[in-house]
């Protein structure tokens, strides 16, 4: 017998079932997307902290403590190689017969030896930096934990990386917020939390899933990114100092390492003195 389904027959609706699978689907992946916005800013505290504030301590109590007399060996270094090429210079006239010129071979060494002296002007605005950072207020631990929390919200509220589309005044203000939190202005940072507050991410439309989905990959590519500059900040200078500053013992090796160093350029330097000082009678 033939059975056909009249007009009112109630037929199987899958309508229903896809769109709760639909809107299983869009909370799940909103959920991930809300859970890598968390990780990112939290990294991105990480990073931060490292930079601005762990970074800045552990080169300040180097400088403090190691870094006069590395400044002292690297100005001997560049005091012997300009004695070693001035030697040199006058060989060189006297080999072609020619009169030498000390005035114009200093000018040439001048030339020669203006980015060495770039470098030794830099190491004394960074000890500069030091002498003044060291005097700077410490924050209590109460004071820290809520600059951290304060900084974190502005990350989450403000930071670029989470909000591309940023207007030109808020990302001046989270510029703001990054000086403030490195130079352990708590008012200053309190100022600007006050101000804003995290804005919820808003995905609405027929292509909500698909804004969802991007979201999800620009946010991973970005944590990935983090993690990375992260590894780097720890393998390279001034963190990579953290070990000696750490140590009394390590520290004291260090000076004496530098000062017999600083002994043999010395002797080196007025060797090369010497040198020039008979070449020229």
Known sequence: ?????????????????????????????????????????????????????ECKNIETAYMLSIGTLEYKAYEIECAVLRMKRK?????????????????????????????????LNERIEKMNAAIERSHGRLLSGEETRELKSLYRAVV??????????LSDA????????????GNGDLDGLRI?????????????GPDATA?????????????????????????????????IIQSPEK????KAELQEYICRLRE???AYTAKIDEMLR
């Open 170 to 181: 808020k990302m001046q203000l989270f510029q703001n917020a990054v000086v403030a939190y």
């Open 1 to 53: 017998m033939k059975h056909s389904l009249e007009p009112n027959d109630e037929r199987p609706d899958t309508t229903d079932a896809a769109v709760v699978m639909l809107s299983q689907d869009f909370e799940r992946l909103k959920s991930e997307v809300e859970k890598l916005r968390t990780e990112l800013s939290m990294l991105v505290l990480e990073r931060d902290e490292l930079l601005l504030v």
């Open 251 to 254: 520290t004291e090796a260090r």
């Open 211 to 243: 804004q969802l989905t991007k979201e999800k990959e620009r946010l991973s590519t970005l944590l990935r990114k983090v993690k990375d500059r992260i590894a780097e900040i720890r393998s390279e200078y001034p963190y990579t100092m953290k070990p």
């Open 87 to 119: 030697a040199e210079l006058i060989q060189e006239k006297k080999n072609r017969q020619e009169k030498v010129v000390l005035s114009k071979i200093e000018e040439l060494l001048d030339i020669a030896f203006a980015e060495y002296q770039a470098k």
């Open 156 to 165: 989450k509220a403000l930071h670029p990386d989470l909000h591309p589309d």
């Open 268 to 270: 080196t330097l007025a």
């Open 192 to 204: 600007i939390a006050a101000m804003v507050a995290e804005p919820a991410p808003f995905y609405d």
